[in-house]
């Protein structure tokens, strides 16, 4: 490892190390502030709402994490326009799986008694902009991987860190549990900027190509699946809880959750990194 790369590295940890901290700091008023305005019961819809919006991602199916391994591999293979269909067929399947799932979840309210007893007009507005916004980032995110910007999502990683527990504590002291939710929309939102900040060098365009899918999803997939066996027991429990119990239950069970789950936010980017230098290094050896 060069020295760029070496330093590189050490402002990436540093970026993510001391936003992990201060996220850290800041959870304590926040968890505190969330627990007492909100109580139980609104700590559980947030929750529920943030399984609705993981659950969106699960249709992506590991084609980010294709992208975020293979792109790598046609660089250093200087293979650029296979690189850049890559992108392209990753932002088509993104865009049509967004498109698909902010019109399924107007369609279930319109046909839900449950949901609409749950989430008002101005709730499910607010979730189909948190949903169009984190899919954006779910694509731009491992884009950013592919193409070693990973200072970039140090520094946003940071300043969301900063700012977006700081936002949420005022929206839900001001406007209670509606005011959580547009924190969350506001956390996307913030990302998505930041990223597009950092990040210009891509141009999206639609794309379709069903071998090059295949072979995306082939690459990508056993991560993937990896990955959603975590999610998927987790927002399960919470989704059993939800139903069979009241959302106090949700509530407190989340609380702990968050507390199990802490460590592993700020080790993955790290690990990702190293992964990334060693298959292009694979391939240069190769």
């Not at 520094?155 to 700012?163: P, R, V, Y």
């Not at 407190?252 to 080790?267: A, E, H, Q």
């Amino acid at each position: 490892m060069n020295n760029s790369k070496k330093k590189e590295l050490v402002q990436f940890t540093a970026l993510i190390g001391i936003g992990g901290i201060i996220s850290k700091l800041l959870s304590i008023p926040h968890s505190i502030i969330y627990a007492k305005y909100l109580l139980p019961s609104g700590f559980g819809l947030l929750q529920l709402i943030k399984v609705i919006v993981s659950y969106v991602g699960y249709a992506g199916l590991g084609i980010a994490q294709g992208m975020n391994r293979n792109v790598p591999r046609e660089y250093t293979a200087k293979n650029f326009n296979k690189a850049k269909r890559i992108k392209d067929l990753t932002f088509t399947w993104f865009f049509f799986i967004t498109f698909v799932a902010v019109l399924c979840l107007w369609t279930i309210y319109f046909f839900s008694d449950m949901l609409k007893s749950k989430l008002g007009t101005l709730d499910l507005i607010l979730l189909s902009i948190i949903i169009i916004l984190g899919r954006a980032n779910a694509f731009v995110k491992p884009l950013l991987k592919a193409d070693g910007y990973f200072v970039a999502i140090g520094k946003t990683s940071l300043i969301n860190n900063m700012i977006a527990p700081i936002i949420g504590i005022v929206l839900v002291l001001l406007i209670n549990l509606t005011g959580a939710i547009i924190a969350l929309a506001f956390n996307q939102l913030l990302t998505f900027l930041l990223f597009l900040y950092f990040y210009r060098d891509y141009k999206p365009k639609v794309y379709v190509s069903w071998d090059l899918f295949k072979e995306q999803m082939s690459s990508g997939s056993l991560i993937f699946l990896g990955m959603f066996s975590i999610s998927l027991i987790i927002n399960l429990n919470l989704i059993l809880i939800g139903y069979y119990y009241s959302l106090s239950e949700v509530g407190v069970f989340s609380f702990g959750l968050i507390s199990l789950v802490y460590v592993r936010r700020y080790s993955t980017p790290i690990g990702t990194y190293f992964y990334r230098e060693i298959m292009m290094l694979k391939e240069c050896v190769s």
